[in-house]
């Protein structure tokens, strides 16, 4: 091991703390130091992992130890924050979602070319071993034409980053960005959204259920569908259908513990109409050590990602999910937001104003 790769981590709030822990446990990078906004966060980590604590952004970004930055921030600060580091020359891993209007990730693409580093997108899912399956076994199938991707969660706030207002993001922002960038991961780049939102919960500002159809270059379709208020699924369970011309398969990922994590290959054999001919056969995967009592459920997706980054950047090669890919998958939800805000009279569960129009118009891109 040649040298080791010196990292700042902006944001210092759980995934600050995950980041940090992967970082830790590389033995080809380091943690230089910390920066939060309020700084305690940042002076816990710091005793944590013994680093330094910086008192801004500019700060951190000043000091030549920091190679790399993670950029842990609420989604609002990450536009920001990735255009200074690209303009310090520092190697850049930011959380999802990448920024929330175009306008914005047209200014930190703008930043990230003339940098010339590594800038990757914290889409983890793309890590994980029952994703890798799937991906490896859906040449079985044949030519696929449907995914199907929905994710239920039952949360009880109405507070937050999710709930309050548009300009955090909304919640199908928070959580449909992964599972946009999983739909593109697994069929390719989408040509077209179209999307209904609830607000299922009345104190709720944002939506809290989204359902958006989308069609793939390719010709596929697909549907993704994230919920917070799902009694009907087990809490934090994303289920996935994969449906191609000689069968399926059926996969779900639970970020909450080991159990749960399955993938299964159905082929239709299609002898008879009426007799089932198909085999079914649960696939195999590797099930890594949980490092992490978060999510111990995404096995070390944290970890390998991070380790993909550290390689992208020791090597200088592209990283395994580029800034095009985090941006693709905003671009997916903002199309759903703006769908769902073009379409009038449509009624919201909880009855109460603004309508969907409004609540969309909300949002700073669509504003
Ligand atoms: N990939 C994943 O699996 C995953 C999971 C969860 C979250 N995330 C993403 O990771 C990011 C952080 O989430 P989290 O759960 O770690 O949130 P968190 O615990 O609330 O931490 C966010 C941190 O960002 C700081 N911050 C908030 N607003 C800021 C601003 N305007 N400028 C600068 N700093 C600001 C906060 O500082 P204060 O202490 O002053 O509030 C807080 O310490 C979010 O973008 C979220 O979407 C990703």
Not at 68 to 95: M, T
Not at 115 to 123: D, E
Not at 220 to 238: E, F, Y
């Amino acid at each position: 091991m040649s040298r080791k790769i010196g990292i700042g981590i902006l944001g210092c709030g759980l995934m600050g703390g995950i980041h940090a822990e992967c970082v830790a446990r590389e033995r080809g990078a380091y943690l230089v130091g910390f920066q939060n906004r309020t700084r305690e966060k940042a002076e816990a980590l710091a005793r944590r992992f013994e680093g330094r604590v910086y008192g801004s952004v500019a700060e951190a970004l000043r000091d030549p130890a920091v190679e790399a930055v993670v950029i842990a921030s609420s989604q609002q600060a990450h536009a920001e924050q990735a255009i200074a580091a690209c303009r310090a020359g520092k190697h850049v891993l930011c959380e999802k979602p990448l920024a929330l209007t175009p306008r914005e990730m047209e200014a930190v693409a703008r930043a990230a070319a003339r940098a010339r580093r590594v800038f990757m997108v914290a889409h983890q899912l793309r890590f994980h071993p029952v994703i890798a399956t799937v991906q490896r076994a859906r040449r079985r199938l044949g030519r696929s034409f449907h995914l199907d991707l929905e994710w239920g969660l039952r949360i009880q706030g109405a507070g937050g980053r999710c709930w309050e207002d548009y300009r955090s993001g909304g919640f199908f922002m928070e959580l449909g960005c992964h599972l946009a960038d999983l739909a593109r991961h697994l069929m390719g780049d989408v040509r077209h959204v179209a999307a209904g939102a609830l607000r299922l919960d009345r104190r709720r500002v944002t939506e809290d259920f989204t359902h958006a159809l989308i069609s793939f270059h390719g010709g596929a379709i697909g549907s993704l569908v994230v919920s917070a208020n799902h009694r009907t699924l087990r809490q934090g369970l994303l289920r996935g259908r994969l449906l191609g011309e000689k069968g399926r398969i059926d996969f779900t990922v639970y970020p909450y513990a080991r159990a749960f994590n399955t993938a299964t290959l159905t082929l239709d054999h299609g002898k008879s109409l009426f007799v089932p001919d198909t085999t079914v056969r649960p696939l195999a995967f590797p099930r890594p050590r949980s490092l992490f009592r978060v999510y111990p459920g995404f096995y070390d997706v944290y970890q390998r990602q991070m380790a993909a980054f550290l390689d992208a950047v020791r090597r200088g090669t592209p990283p395994p999910v580029t800034l095009d890919d985090g941006r693709a998958a905003v671009g997916i939800i903002l199309a759903a937001y703006a769908s769902q805000g073009a379409a009038t009279d449509r009624p919201n569960l909880a009855r109460k104003a603004p309508a969907y129009r409004a609540d969309a118009a909300c949002h700073p891109s669509l504003a």
